[in-house]
Nanobody, 126 residues
Framework: QVQLVESGGGLVQAGGSLRLSCTAS????????MGWFRQAPGKEREFVAAISRGGGNTDYADSVKGRFTISRDNAKNTVYLQMNSLKPEDTAVYYCAQRPGRWASTGVAATEYDYWGQGTQVTVSS
């Protein structure tokens, strides 16, 4: 049974930082690309960042480029999202997701991902 468990969310002031973690189990972690998505109240789920199986390729939404960094540790079955210079508009539930794919590929579409975590709330106060 595949499980993805996010942690690290919370309340932070604008300009602050948080690091989200997502630990996966149930299948070989390094065989799958990983991604982070978010959903704010009243809005659709949107892509945030993605990383390839080996970690060599990454992709970011324009809204977070230069502020967020995705990384992974295949030995720990964990993907991270370092979020700096947070803004109130970053407030959302953040989800990690896992996708099949080639070694160097990343995925920006939610439909490419077949397993999802339960989400972790990030709230940025102004």
């Amino acid at each position: 049974q595949v499980q993805l468990v996010e942690s690290g969310g919370g309340l932070v002031q604008a300009g602050g930082s948080l690091r989200l973690s997502c630990t996966a189990s149930g299948r070989t972690f390094s065989s799958f690309g990983m991604g982070w998505f978010r959903q704010a109240p009243g809005k659709e789920r949107e892509f945030v960042a993605a990383i390839s199986r080996g970690g060599g390729n990454t992709d970011y939404a324009d809204s977070v480029k230069g502020r967020f960094t995705i990384s992974r540790d295949n030995a720990k079955n964990t993907v991270y999202l370092q979020m700096n210079s947070l803004k109130p508009e970053d407030t959302a539930v953040y989800y990690c997701a896992q996708r099949p794919g080639r070694w160097a590929s990343t995925g920006v579409a939610a439909t490419e991902y077949d397993y999802w975590g339960q989400g972790t709330q990030v709230t940025v106060s102004s």
